[in-house]
């Protein structure tokens, strides 16, 4: 079991889609990594046992930060702010990731990464919300 996100179809997933998966282990250590570039301690901020409103942040990977692993939705306004931000995160990311563990795009959430990226990129050009679940 684990958290796919999927474009919010009228008539429900088109099988074009790219469909982004994650394990929940998986999900969270890309939340933390993403956390981590942008300077934040996701131990500090709420939802996480914090007590740091995500109001205080600024950067886009916010919507992706802040958002529950196991339901919701990213609007497509959030899909357009999130896009770049995240592919720039993951370009980053895979840079910094010597040995290719975590961040190639052979490994799973480096494929899982680029996944969400075409995702939200697709959501944002047909103005359609991203579904977690």
Known sequence: MGLSMRAGRPAGPHPEDPNPQW??????IFRRALAEHIGIDLTQMQNFGGTTNWG???SPLRHLLEQADDSGELTARQARELAPALRE???ALAEL???GFLWSDTSSNGRASEAL?????????EDLPVYFR
Request: glycine share 8%.
């Open 56 to 58: 205080t942040v600024t």
């Open 23 to 28: 394990s929940y282990s998986g999900f969270g």
């Open 117 to 125: 990226v075409a995702l939200l990129d697709r959501c944002a050009a």
């Open 89 to 91: 995160a993951v370009t």
């Open 97 to 99: 990731d010597t040995d």
